[in-house]
């Protein structure tokens, strides 16, 4: 597998580590999006992509080579792998960034974005034409 066909999963990594990384202070405070609790929608999109975009060589190999692919051991990594990029990323918060609080609701919307891109590559894969090749 080579680096080009994760460099997708790798820039949206970079970008998560940076927004998750911005002091308090540099992030905007409105009293609306308190209301929606617009910040955990916002984790909940970014692990999503992240898993999604994890995935992607798994679509790649998929349709490249005639061998069984076995979707859910790599699915299943990938969303294990986001889920704890969310968690390591609060204590990077508690611990290292000024103004900013470990929050277990943000590993919980990062656990559910990370599960919702696990369902969403499932239910896509599912309806793949070149889904016999691989294992479930």
């Known amino acids: 597998m ?38 955990k929608w916002i984790h909940t999109f970014i692990f999503f992509v992240l898993t999604i975009l994890l995935c992607l060589p798994l679509w790649y190999k ?11 051991q790599y699915t299943i990594f990938a969303t294990l792998l986001s889920i704890i990029v969310g968690v390591i990323m609060e204590y990077i918060q508690k ?12 590993i919980v919307a990062d656990s559910a974005g990370s599960i919702l891109g696990f369902l969403f590559c499932f239910w896509q894969y599912k309806k793949s034409p070149n889904r016999h090749r691989g294992r479930y």
């Open 2 to 39: 080579g680096f080009k066909k994760i460099l997708p999963a790798f820039i949206w990594f970079l970008l998560t580590v940076v927004l998750l990384s911005l002091p308090a202070s540099s992030l905007p405070s409105r009293i609306w999006m308190s209301k929606i609790q617009l910040d």
């Open 62 to 72: 998929t349709k490249s080579t005639a061998k069984p692919v076995c979707f859910n």
């Open 95 to 106: 611990y290292c960034i000024p103004n900013r609080s470990f929050e277990i609701l943000d």
